[in-house]
């Protein structure tokens, strides 16, 4: 088997015959050069599948060099070697399109995980245009989502934070696993993580981990998000929900790669990429102090913006179409159409939940139209079309007394109370009718297919 081959650039002798011997154990062939020319050149010469650059030489900056090979040999992943605390560095270099970087001094454990990420991507060279026969996670055929796959695919091949920008509902979650899916990393987790769903007392806890006894209820030790990424990527959706403190303690996790766990006096190193969105204007935020300019700085060194629906309304029925077919596959019934009006009356919505708003009002349509095709008279909101007989509950009227709706000091739980309404209603229409779906659908005023949703959403099936 062929070996593969590594450039490095660097005009340090011993940083090179470091980087050589360190290479050369991992069974790569190895090129050395000490100038920009000299690197050049080596690429010309060798076209290697690895390079490693010094960010400074004699006769240029590195980052040079990764120009050139951006313009002349883009399949081949290069990585900047900047000095110690030069984060601005670094970041230009991601910039310009570096695959990586590694500060001086270099450590060898976390260089070695560089090149291995680096050699995946040398062996699975990008391709030349969109396969359109797969369009993955991110369906459409609109110009927007095209151009949207495109920089997805690109940005796959780097490991530079990205930060995607989007409405809420319009996908930003999919775009991550997409980037996650086309990458090097695609064999190790992805962790999604909603930063304002974790109170503010536990996000060091849930991020970075704990060890047992640290605090009250840390019975043991606890692998925290970042240590549970380890190899793959990290996804903070809506970032701008994270109060300052945390602010300062993500920063310097993303820029030392490690993380020190709660009541631990010692860092964990971890291997990750991170990912994050908001639907806020994060800029605003950080012009009104409520985000830091450091980390803003820090993970948007590459932004996607995320469509909304509204703008490629051309989707619309394609993706109606693939909701569909899954929620059928779901609730295992027989898939359903929409009709030509419905479609068209979904392509004049604004969509303001964009695509989950599309889901919800799909899942609703399709639990409640009695036919084979959804008609736009299936798709208002706000109707309903469920009428059940009470004659046949219990004679008490158990389900519906009014005394058991009774106020606790805490309040009225309704959705609980509506739901328990509904549990008791279904289970004695199925007793009713000795369990023959069909029939208890019928008593109940619904249709099979509304009924078989709500046996798998209460699970009762």
Wanted: proline share 5%; with cysteine; hydrophobic share 40%.
């Amino acid at each position: 088997m062929t070996k593969l081959t590594a450039l490095i650039v660097d005009d340090e002798p011993d940083i090179r015959d470091l980087l050589e011997i360190t290479l050369s154990r991992m069974g790569l062939n190895t090129v050395t050069a000490g100038t920009l020319a000299e690197g050049i050149a080596g690429m010309q010469k060798h076209t290697p599948n690895v390079c490693l650059t010094d960010m400074n030489l004699p006769d240029g900056k590195g980052i040079e060099l990764v120009q050139w090979i951006q313009q002349h040999a883009p399949n081949t992943p290069v990585a900047v070697i900047t000095a110690y605390g030069s984060m601005d560095t670094a970041i230009e270099s991601l910039k310009a399109g570096a695959f990586d970087f590694v500060s001086k001094p270099v450590e060898l454990p976390r260089l070695r995980e560089l090149v291995n990420t680096a050699l995946k991507l040398a062996q699975n060279p990008e391709p030349a245009q969109e396969d359109n026969s797969d369009h993955g996670l991110l369906l459409g055929n609109s110009a927007q989502i095209h151009t949207l796959r495109n920089q997805a695919r690109k940005l796959a091949r780097s490991q530079a934070p990205v930060f995607i920008q989007g409405e809420s509902g319009s996908g930003k979650e999919l775009v991550a696993r997409t980037i996650h899916q086309q990458g090097p990393r695609c064999d190790g987790p992805f962790i999604a993580v909603n930063c304002g769903a974790i109170p503010s007392e536990l996000m060091e806890s849930e991020f970075f981990g704990h060890k047992k006894g640290s605090f009250t209820g840390a019975v043991d030790n606890k692998a925290g998000l970042f240590q549970s990424a380890r190899g793959g990527t990290l996804f903070l959706d809506e970032i701008a929900d994270l109060p300052l403190p945390m602010q300062v303690k993500l920063l310097r996790a993303i820029q030392e790669k490690a993380v020190r766990p709660v009541g631990d006096s010692h860092e964990v190193p971890v291997d990750i990429r991170v990912l994050s969105a908001t639907h806020k204007d994060l800029p605003g935020l950080v012009q009104n102090g409520l985000f830091r300019q450091d980390l803003f700085y820090r993970i948007n060194v590459i932004e996607i913006r995320v469509p909304p629906l509204r703008e490629r309304s051309g989707d619309i029925a394609l993706l109606a179409r693939h909701i569909l077919q899954r929620i059928a596959r779901e609730y295992e019934c027989t898939p359903i159409a929409l009709s030509d009006a419905a479609i068209d009356y979904l392509k004049g919505y604004h969509f303001p939940g964009n695509v989950r708003e599309l889901e919800n009002i799909l899942e609703r349509a399709f639990t409640l139209c009695d036919s084979d095709v959804i008609d736009s008279s299936d798709l208002q909101l706000g109707s309903s079309s469920s009428h059940i007989d009470p004659s046949w509950l219990a004679p008490t009227g158990e389900v519906m007394a009014t005394e058991d709706i009774k106020l606790s000091e805490q309040g009225l739980d309704l959705e609980g109370y509506l739901e328990g309404i509904e549990r008791k209603a279904i289970e004695q229409a199925l007793e009713a009718t000795r369990w023959n779906k069909t029939a208890a659908a019928k008593k109940l005023g619904i249709s099979f297919r509304a009924l078989r949703y709500k046996l798998k959403k209460l699970g009762l099936d």
